[in-house]
C-alpha cells in the first residue's frame, strides 16, 4: 500500500523567511496531493492541492511543487508570519488517503 | 451549512466498554471516513465509505466497526474499548472523481477526544 514520509518533523523560522517541507509517497498510482494545516486542538484544513497533472500550483504565500518521476512533493510558504505557526501534513491519494506523519513549523517574531 | 459534526466532543470509557461515535455532513457527499490520531503518528485511516452501503477497511481496523447508515451518516463503534484506543478520532467526508479514480477535498469534523482508562 501507500507509504508517505514527510521531513522534516520539526521547523523553527524566523518571521519573513521561507519554509520548505518535503514528503515522499511510494505508490506511483497516486494521483492527488493535498496539503493540511491543523492548528493545536482544531481540526485539519485543506491549505492547498495538486494533482498529477500539474508541476506546481500557487495560492498567494504558499506554493507546492510536483516531481512524479522521483515521487516527491513540496510545501513552499514565503514570507513567513506567526499565524503560520501550526502542524502541517501532506497526503497522497490513490483509492484512499494516506497521510504524512506531520511537521511542526514555529515562525518566531 | 454545518459540514461535518461529530459527537460527542470528549468521552472516557473504561477497558471492556463499548461506546458508538456518531458522525453526519450535509454536503450530500459520497465518500466519508474515519480517522485516528496520535501524537506523531499523523491521521491513521480506520475504516471508509466510498459510497452508501459500502465501508471498507483502512490502515488500522482492528477493534472497529463502522455502519453507513444512509448518505449523511457514518458512525464507528469500539465494541470493547482498550487503552491502546485512546486517541483523537476524526470524521471526514468528500466528494471523489470517479472519472479520474482521484479525490476531492475532504473535510473533517471537529473530532472526538476519547481516553479509555
Known amino acids: 500500500g501507500e507509504n508517505v514520509e514527510q521531513h522534516p518533523s520539526t521547523l523553527s523560522v524566523q518571521e519573513g523567511d521561507s519554509a520548505v517541507i518535503k514528503c515522499t509517497y511510494s505508490?506511483?498510482?497516486?494521483?492527488?496531493f493535498p496539503w493540511y494545516k491543523q492548528e493545536l486542538g482544531k481540526r485539519p484544513q485543506l491549505i492547498i492541492d495538486?494533482?498529477?497533472?500539474?508541476g506546481e500550483k500557487k495560492d498567494q504565500r504558499i506554493a507546492v511543487t510536483l516531481n512524479k518521476t522521483a515521487k516527491h512533493f513540496s510545501l513552499h510558504i514565503t514570507e513567513t508570519q506567526p499565524e503560520d505557526s501550526a502542524v502541517y501534513f501532506c497526503?497522497?491519494?490513490?483509492?484512499?488517503?494516506?497521510f504524512g506523519t506531520g511537521t511542526r513549523l514555529l515562525v518566531s517574531p | 451549512n454545518a459540514g461535518v459534526t461529530q459527537t460527542p466532543k470528549f468521552q472516557v470509557l473504561k477497558t471492556g466498554q463499548s461506546m458508538t461515535l456518531q458522525c453526519a455532513q450535509d454536503?450530500?457527499?459520497?465518500?466519508m471516513y474515519w480517522y485516528r490520531q496520535d501524537p506523531g503518528m499523523g491521521l491513521r485511516l480506520i475504516y471508509y465509505?466510498?459510497?452508501?452501503?459500502?465501508?471498507d477497511k483502512g490502515e488500522v481496523p482492528n477493534g472497529y466497526n463502522v455502519s453507513r447508515l444512509n448518505k449523511r451518516e457514518f458512525s464507528l463503534r469500539l465494541e470493547s474499548a482498550a487503552p491502546s484506543q485512546t486517541s483523537v478520532y476524526f470524521c471526514?467526508?468528500?466528494?471523489?472523481?470517479?472519472?479520474?479514480?482521484?479525490?476531492?477535498?475532504?473535510?473533517f469534523g471537529p473530532g472526538t477526544r476519547l481516553t479509555v482508562t
Open positions: 471526514a467526508s468528500s466528494e471523489v472523481d470517479s472519472w479520474f479514480y482521484s479525490s476531492y477535498e475532504q473535510y
Open positions: 505508490d506511483s498510482a497516486s494521483n492527488y
Open positions: 495538486i494533482r498529477s497533472n500539474v
Open positions: 497526503a497522497a491519494y490513490f483509492q484512499k488517503l494516506v
Open positions: 454536503m450530500n457527499h459520497n465518500s
Open positions: 465509505s466510498a459510497s452508501e452501503g459500502t465501508t
